[in-house]
């Protein structure tokens, strides 16, 4: 009767603890998915974030600086759509409103030139797509700001460039250039993009 007893007490046990574990595997899976997701997101806004707050301090500080990709997106830089940088990555879930523009600054999307003391000079955005699996495009440009006849610009140059997790970002100041456009004084600090 004694080894009945506990032959029964060990399948009980057994089956709560499979039960236990079944309904935490089952609700607890989604929950660390979403969890690991909004971390990479996260991650991935302050890798774009940071792109910005390196290019604007050694445009106005000069010198270089650097920034290693941490995340597992692909980041992009195009010289000739105006100094674009894109980082893109995707996950089953995401943050933001899918299938539109959503700034992360204080300029529109859109924005292609401002006031001197009214707009900042980048052009910080967020798109996510996409319904069971989202793809999530970070993109950084800088736009002109006007103050009276003269305008000033950070201007992103380099070679055109794909990369992604364990490579380098090196931003390095090569000066200003001064040009006139439409009887406006155009001074450029130019920012030169390496990625390694």
Known sequence: MK??????SLVLISGILIGV?????FWGLPLIQKNRDISLLENSEQL?????????SVANNGGRDKITVTGPGILRFDPADGGLFTYTIETDGTVYATNAEIPLGRNACSSQSGEWGKKDSEVLCVKSTGESRYTTTYSLRYIRLDAGTRSFLLE???ERAVSGESHDIIL??????GTVSGGRSVVSTVVQVTII
């Open 48 to 56: 774009i974030r940071s792109i910005n707050e390196k290019a604007k």
């Open 3 to 8: 080894g009945q007893t506990q032959a029964i």
């Open 172 to 177: 390095e100041n090569t000066g200003t250039e």
């Open 21 to 25: 574990v079944s309904s935490v595997y």
């Open 156 to 158: 992103l140059q380099g």
